[in-house]
């Protein structure tokens, strides 16, 4: 592990994310926000990643999302295997900054098994 | 801390949750899973609160959105104080089980800074 940049870098990875976002970020033990990806004009809830510091700055400057994966220890663009890219349309943090809420347009199926969403096929309580 | 149920609690915690569930979660070091609620009608994504096993047991049968509150160390059943409760429409597990979605008919806001999402402040990029 790398030690932290003075730019705002999560624990064990430099990241050149404004300071003024950094600093407030309220991050778990291991450097990371959940983030949320939501379908910008259908509202739908795609899938939830993880995003470290430098993840949430790719995805602010790049216009494409990108997570921290935590099974493969490396930053993720979501599409860059699959095609199935997020285009950013906008990125916000909650009330007390330790999640993200980034709203996308999906290309394709956000999830790996080729659903729409992630949520789409283990439901454990139907329309009430 | 007193050990976990034979019927399927988190570290730590007793849960009444269906074995077929809680065999196949797949929790963080603490024991949770990050619950997104959205609003069923709109599709707004209103918060991001934490479950155990408990919790969701309690969000899938008591018909309100049940959390586990991590800085005060105890269940949390949204709107029992401010009665903004979530009303449970549906619940589902993503593709890993490992994160929640529910779905709820939310009683006016659902931030406790009186916004109606936790979303609705602290905007990194606008509509792109």
């Known amino acids: 592990m790398t030690s932290s940049s003075p730019t705002g870098g999560g624990p064990g990875r430099p990241s050149a994310l404004a300071p003024e976002i950094a600093d407030r970020l309220k991050r778990s033990a291991d450097g990371l926000l959940p983030a949320i990806a939501q379908q910008y004009d259908t509202g ?3 899938m939830l990643g993880w995003m470290d510091d430098e993840a949430l700055h790719r995805t602010l400057t790049t216009g494409r999302c990108t997570y921290w ?3 493969r220890g490396e930053y993720w663009v979501k599409g860059d295997t699959s095609g199935h890219f997020q285009w950013v349309k906008s990125v916000a943090l909650d009330c007390d900054a330790d999640t993200v809420l980034v709203k996308v347009d999906q290309v394709g199926a956000a999830c790996h098994t080729g659903t729409r969403t ?3 096929t283990d439901v454990l309580l139907a329309d009430q």
């Open 69 to 71: 994966s935590r099974s």
């Open 118 to 120: 992630c949520f789409d």
């Open 44 to 46: 739908e809830v795609l």
